[in-house]
């Protein structure tokens, strides 16, 4: 996984959401249907798809999917 568009497929795959690119950068209030189950599923599915921890302390300080993005799959760690 390397693009957002990856990213996206993998939020849809995994917990339903179809998202746009801009709307990945909405606080998670202002997404449809979002609640922290959503979160765990999705930070399994990364870890799952990348073969890297996801760096919780920095997840739990993310406001949107972008910031989750960057940080699973944008970082150099990722």
Known sequence: MKTID?????VHDEIGLRLTPDAV???F??????DSLHL???L??????TGQR????????????????ELTVRSPAA
């Open 54 to 69: 996801v760096p919780m302390p920095q997840v739990l300080e993310a406001t949107s999917l972008w910031d989750i993005y």
């Open 29 to 34: 209030d202002q997404l449809p249907e979002w």
């Open 25 to 27: 950068r909405h606080s």
């Open 44 to 49: 399994t599915a990364l870890e799952r798809q």
């Open 6 to 10: 990856d990213f996206l497929a993998l």
């Open 40 to 42: 765990l599923t999705l």
